[in-house]
C-alpha cells in the first residue's frame, strides 16, 4: 500500500517538473519570436537577443558580426564600430537642405581666415611696392649724377657731388665772395660748357625731350621734378641779419639763372614732371664750419616717378 502511494507522489512530481521545464521553453521561444520579428533577416543568437534588450538594431548586429569571427576584436574596438555606425545614422537622418548649412560653416570660416592673410599681405605689399619706387628713384638719382660726372671729367670741369642729397656744385662758376652775388663775366665760356653738358644728360629725364633737346643715351625710366638753382648764405645772427642774408642766397641763385638762360634758352625750356619748369631758383640759409659752404650756388636734382611709369597708377 505503502509503495503504491510512493509511485503516485513520483508521477505527480515528474509532472509538475515536465510543465515547469514546458513553460520555461515556451517562454524561451517567445522571446527569439518576437526578437526575430523585431530583426528580420537577422540571425539571432538567444543568449545574444536576450542580452541586447534595448540597443539599437545595427549596434546588434554589428556585436553579432563581430562575435562571428571568433571574438577577435576588443571590447573597445567594437564600442568604435557602434559609435561610427550611430554617427552614420545621423548624417544619413539629416534633411538634405540642412546638409549645406553644416558645410556653409567651415566655409564661412575659412573666407574670413583667407581675407585676414589678404588685408595682412595687401599691408607687405603697399609697404614693398614704397620701398621698390624709393629705390627706383634713387637709382635713377645716381644714374644721372654719374652721367654728369663723367661728361664733367672729360671736360675737366671741377665738380663736388653729394648722391645722398642729390646735388652738384661747380666751384669755379658759382663760389661767390663775402656778401657778394655777382658772378664774374669771365666765366660765360665755361658756364655755356657746362650747360651744354646738361643738354645731352638732362633730356634723357624728361618727358618732353624730343621737343627741344634730344636725348644722348639712354632714357630713364624716372622723370625730373626740378632742378633746382639753390643759393646759399649764412643762418647765423639775429633776424635782421638773416633776412639779409635769405635775400643775399636768393640774389646768388638768381644770378647764375639769368648767366644760364642768357648761355642756353633752349635747356631752360624744358618741363618737369609736373609740367611746371624744369629749371627753380631757390634759397637756403645754412650753419656751416667752412665759410666757404655757405657763399655759393648749388644744383639739386629732384626726381619722382611720373604717372606713366608709376605701377600703382
Same mark, same amino acid.
Given at each position: ?163 645722398? %642729397? ?122 656751416? %664750419? ?24
Amino acid at each position: 500500500m505503502q509503495g503504491t502511494e510512493r509511485n503516485r507522489l513520483s508521477v505527480a512530481l515528474e509532472l509538475v517538473v515536465g510543465v515547469l521545464v514546458t513553460i520555461v521553453l515556451l517562454l524561451l521561444v517567445g522571446n527569439v519570436v518576437v526578437w526575430g520579428s523585431r530583426f528580420p533577416g537577422a540571425v539571432v543568437n538567444p543568449v545574444l537577443a536576450i542580452g541586447a534588450r534595448g540597443m539599437p538594431a545595427e549596434s546588434v548586429h554589428a556585436t553579432e558580426h563581430v562575435r562571428g569571427e571568433g571574438d577577435k576584436v576588443a571590447p573597445e574596438k567594437r564600442l568604435i564600430l557602434d559609435v561610427q555606425s550611430q554617427q552614420t545614422r545621423i548624417a544619413e537622418k539629416v534633411a538634405p537642405e540642412k546638409r549645406p548649412i553644416l558645410d556653409v560653416q567651415p566655409q564661412q570660416t575659412r573666407i574670413a581666415e583667407q581675407e585676414e592673410r589678404s588685408l595682412q599681405g595687401g599691408g607687405v605689399s603697399e609697404k614693398a611696392k614704397a620701398n621698390d619706387e624709393s629705390d627706383r628713384i634713387d637709382a635713377a638719382r645716381d644714374d644721372l649724377l654719374e652721367r654728369l660726372e663723367t661728361l664733367l671729367r672729360a671736360e675737366r670741369v671741377m665738380f663736388e657731388t653729394d648722391r645722398r %642729397a642729390g646735388t652738384l656744385f661747380l666751384p669755379e662758376l658759382f663760389q661767390f665772395s663775402l656778401g657778394s652775388a655777382r658772378l664774374d663775366e669771365g666765366k660765360q665760356d665755361k658756364i655755356r660748357q657746362v650747360l651744354d653738358i646738361f643738354s645731352q644728360v638732362l633730356p634723357c629725364f624728361v618727358a618732353d625731350r624730343d621737343i627741344l633737346l634730344p636725348c644722348t643715351g639712354s632714357v630713364s625710366p624716372v622723370r625730373l621734378e626740378g632742378v633746382f638753382i639753390v643759393g646759399k648764405s649764412n643762418h647765423e645772427g639775429d633776424l635782421a641779419r638773416r633776412i639779409t642774408n635769405m635775400n643775399l642766397a636768393f640774389g646768388r641763385a638768381s644770378a647764375a639763372f639769368s648767366s644760364m638762360v642768357r648761355v642756353n634758352q633752349r635747356l631752360f625750356g624744358l618741363l618737369g614732371s609736373h609740367g611746371q619748369g624744369l629749371f627753380r631758383v631757390e634759397a637756403a640759409s645754412v650753419k656751416a %664750419a667752412k665759410p666757404e659752404l655757405l657763399r655759393r650756388v648749388e644744383f639739386r636734382f629732384l626726381l619722382a616717378l611720373s604717372p606713366e611709369t608709376n605701377p600703382a597708377e
